[in-house]
């Protein structure tokens, strides 16, 4: 499935709002994102693609108890952001409740399976690209001037909240997916690298282009822990080696590219999150966290729970509070509010230069 998910890139870019108490989803800051399944809320529901999780068990514990095309047990990353922002989930663009006083909280353009490369999650056929996401974005400013007029709508874009996760399915979903893929034979995973990196900043400078002016760019999690990893290449427990050399290749590059970025521009638009670390630390210590399973996925099958897709014949377990892992390769709910509390409050280690908090009241005092 749709490896970039639990730790996969969450490469979060946000653009901020001002608001942590609740509010009503008017007076809140609208809420962009973009990305794969790790943020995706529904968009592959309408699309013919096997990256689909709109069947149980998904959202068992999703407040509806239905599955909503989220990659989750119950709530995700974009959904927890929200929650702080005070705010409504911004919808799927595809979906037909998509108009009128809704296109206010924002939209949703992820799809599981894309990556930064065109030819990322090609066996998914049928994703939104990320060039096609950024093009969606473009369409729906244009409703959203139709609404509320030229002024209005670039005031909101441009004070909105943007999330964007891309990077781990590069990885586990093409230079990776098969030996001697394509970009395998092409690259030196050295030099694959710093190509996605130089590929990643011209989407990041697009979205900027198209108003985004307060990002938060998160680098990929632990690829080579997720159970699916584990089912292929641990005998025991450890991380898988190849994954884990990429991890460590790519993380310290985007951060390099992002703060390089920053000075072009003149300004900290984007904010890097170091989600290796904070999904680490909890891999790492499991016990401080709460957890009693951070190997085995909650649903699944075989090794770890690891091989194959979660479906109704999938082993489920009870507790999805002691798991870390969802699926295969996506997170429990539990997990995703731990990564978004590092986002929140976590310190320069974590969050650089600044914390969500800290921008969000930064930014507050300015309007």
Not at 109 to 126: E, M, P, W
Not at 323 to 350: C, L
Request: with cysteine; hydrophobic share 45%.
């Amino acid at each position: 499935m749709d490896a970039a998910a639990f730790f996969v890139p969450l490469l979060v870019v946000a653009v901020f709002a001002a608001a942590a108490a609740p509010a009503p989803a008017s007076a809140a800051r609208a809420f962009f994102v973009f990305g794969d399944s790790l943020v995706d809320n529904g968009n592959n529901n309408y699309l013919i693609t096997t990256a689909r999780a709109d069947a149980p068990p998904y959202g068992i514990d999703f407040p509806t108890h239905q599955a909503t095309g989220r990659f989750s047990n119950g709530l995700n990353i974009p959904d927890i952001i929200s929650e702080h922002l005070g705010a409504e989930p911004a919808l799927p663009y595809l979906s037909p409740q998509l108009r009128g006083e809704k296109l206010l909280v924002g939209a949703n353009f992820a799809s599981a399976g894309v990556g930064i490369l065109n030819d990322t999650g090609v066996q998914f056929v049928n994703i939104i690209r990320i060039g096609d996401q950024l093009q969606y974005f473009r369409e729906y400013q244009r409703k959203l001037r139709a609404l509320v007029g030229e002024e209005q709508a670039k005031r909101l874009v441009n004070g909105a909240l943007v999330l964007i996760t891309l990077g781990g399915n590069d990885f586990v979903n093409n230079y990776y997916l098969v030996p001697m893929s394509v970009r395998s034979r092409q690259f030196a995973i050295q030099d694959y690298v710093p190509f996605i990196i130089s590929e990643y900043k011209k989407i990041l400078a697009r979205l900027y282009e198209l108003g985004a002016r307060r990002v938060i760019v998160t680098g990929t999690g632990p690829l080579g822990c997720v159970p699916a990893e584990l089912a292929l290449h641990s005998r025991g427990g450890e991380c898988a080696a190849e994954l884990t050399r990429a991890v460590d290749l790519y993380n310290p590059q985007l951060v390099s590219m992002v703060h390089g970025l920053n000075r072009e521009l003149g300004a900290d638009v984007f904010v890097t999150a170091n989600t290796y670390r904070m999904n680490f630390d909890y891999i790492n210590n499991p016990q401080n966290y709460g957890f009693t399973n951070v190997q085995v996925a909650c649903c699944g099958q075989g090794p770890y729970n690891g091989i194959g897709l979660c479906t109704a014949a999938s082993n489920v377990c009870e507790d999805r509070e002691a798991f870390a892992f969802w699926d295969a390769f996506h997170p429990t709910e539990k997990a995703n509010r731990i990564v978004v509390g590092q986002f929140m409050h976590g310190s320069t280690d974590y969050m650089h230069p600044m914390n969500l908090s800290t921008i969000l009241a930064v930014d507050e005092e300015r309007l």
